[in-house]
């Protein structure tokens, strides 16, 4: 199992051009297609991961290696997460210097990426709206509330705080599959 972390993280790693949240939507379809979601609670380790200082990408490989593995399946999971931008920065970046490579070049291979980021970080956001609206209806609200203020400006904090309040309020206590 631990080539098998190694290789998945490798593979994601070389996919998730964009960071953080478009590995996330990644890794939540290979686990799924791995059938380890029985293994390790997802949801919960990408809310722990987002939480931590650091890169989403190491704090969440370490998270799903280690609760797959343990810490020898946490450390393989990093090793393969930063193996392949390691490679990539070492050898491509004195390679576009050196080579006179083009602004042209460059400029039209970071389009191609911020499209392919915008797709899945929409991809996961909607995913992560759908099961915020599967909870009911004052848990929706209550998020798109915390998302406008966010958007208007006010401290995420201040936000969150807010939308906690409306669903304890008006969303009494309810049982959490």
């Known amino acids: 199992m631990i080539k098998d972390i190694f290789f998945l993280f490798l593979k994601l ?58 810490s020898i399946g946490g450390l393989t999971a990093i090793l393969g997460a930063i193996l392949p931008p390691f490679l990539i920065i070492y050898f491509l970046a004195p390679l576009l210097m050196n080579q006179g490579a083009s602004n042209y070049f460059v400029a039209t291979f970071l389009r191609g990426g911020i499209i392919g980021v915008m797709v899945f970080v929409l991809l996961t956001a909607s995913r992560w709206i759908y099961s915020v609206y599967k909870m009911g209806a004052v848990s929706f609200i209550s998020y798109i509330l915390m998302t406008a203020l966010m958007l208007m400006g006010i401290h995420p904090l201040f936000a969150l705080s807010i939308g906690f309040i409306v669903n304890i309020s008006w969303g009494g206590k309810r049982d959490i599959e």
């Open 13 to 70: 790693s070389l996919l998730a051009l964009g960071g953080g949240f478009v590995f996330i939507g990644f890794i939540e379809l290979e686990i799924k297609k791995k059938s380890w979601d029985s293994l390790c609670d997802i949801p919960s380790l990408i809310a722990v991961s987002t939480s931590l200082p650091g890169p989403i990408i190491t704090n969440l490989s370490y998270l799903i290696g280690k609760s797959l593995k343990g």
